[in-house]
């Protein structure tokens, strides 16, 4: 399950890239959700993002986030961080709302330990807050006032809008996180989920002294705290692939990936994949490529 990027967020949702993309100050957007629904819309796949957004939503939806799934009905605002996956599943079609994405630069001076230090955005967190109307309207007037400074002449219009996005945090914090949880249809599922979201918190790997620790579904079974067979048979049944397979698959991506966008030798990919010798990662890459990884990195 790879990260959703910028480029491929603005590519499908809009087929556009913006021109400041890329600039250093980090990068922040602000959107109605009426403008970016109808018939050609492409749906919102169970993913990570490699952005941070914050959502307020009305409908009734069902949102799956992690190894959670949660009724939304009425006025729902959320916060969503680039560690987690996510996706909707829309129950109406009378959906309308604001959202926003930011990449953390773009707070880079605010928060000194990173955006962690909110707790919406901790690792663990209950990101969903539901609002009456009238914190629905306030929170609505904050995106109001976001989209009209994002488009004026402002010297310090993003300064406003960080304080925006600061104050949506710190209001939402005065109400309760939703405990309307939705229950996965079973304890399969939702091992399932877990098990997913724990393999993909490993990645990316971002220097060659990290380490693919979960390797085994042994060690998936041990960090769940249930019996290996059960694991194993719990995902099968609600993918039809073995836990081994998974695991598999998820390392060859990465490893398909750190061959072509960095230029560490193979002994280091090797190792932060949880290899300790190089040969046993050639062995691996050449079953599930055919290729070896040197051969790879050079197509």
């Not at 990570?48 to 009734?60: A, C, E, P, V």
């Not at 959670?68 to 959906?95: A, C, N, Q, W």
């Not at 939705?182 to 724990?198: G, M, N, P, Q």
């Amino acid at each position: 399950m790879a990260s959703e990027t910028l480029e491929e967020f603005y590519k499908d949702k809009f087929d556009w890239l913006p021109d400041n993309l890329q600039q250093n100050i980090g990068h922040f957007n602000v959107f109605r959700i009426e403008d970016c629904i109808g018939p050609n819309a492409k749906p919102v796949t169970y993913s990570r993002r490699s952005f941070y957004k914050i959502s307020l939503m009305r409908g009734d939806n069902i949102i799956h986030y992690a190894d959670k799934s949660i009724e939304l009905s009425g006025t729902t605002l959320m916060f969503f961080s680039p560690h987690v996956p996510y996706t909707f599943e829309h129950m109406s079609d009378d959906r309308s709302g604001f959202f926003c994405i930011f990449t953390e630069s773009f707070f880079a001076e605010r928060f000194r330990g990173g955006l962690g230090e909110l707790p919406m955005f901790a690792i663990g967190a209950k990101p969903v807050y539901a609002l009456d109307d009238a914190q629905g309207e306030y929170v609505a007037g904050l995106f109001r006032k976001m989209i009209e400074e994002i488009s004026s002449e402002y010297d310090f219009k993003y300064e406003l809008i960080r304080n925006y996005v600061t104050e949506l945090a710190y209001y939402a914090l005065k109400t309760q996180p939703s405990e309307n949880v939705y229950k996965h249809a079973d304890a399969k599922s939702r091992i399932t989920s877990v098990f997913t979201e724990l393999l993909e918190r490993q990645f990316p790997i971002e220097t060659p002294a990290q380490r693919f620790a979960l390797r085994s579904a042994n060690d998936f079974a041990q960090r769940l705290s249930v019996h290996v067979n059960h694991l194993n048979r719990a995902i099968r049944e609600t993918t039809g692939k073995t836990t081994t397979d998974h695991i598999a698959e998820r390392l060859l991506s990465e490893a398909k990936s750190l061959l072509r966008h960095t230029d560490w030798n193979i002994s280091e990919i090797g190792y932060c994949l949880g290899f300790e010798e190089a040969t046993h990662f050639n062995n691996f890459f050449k079953k599930q490529t055919q290729l070896t990884p040197s051969s790879f990195r050079n197509v």
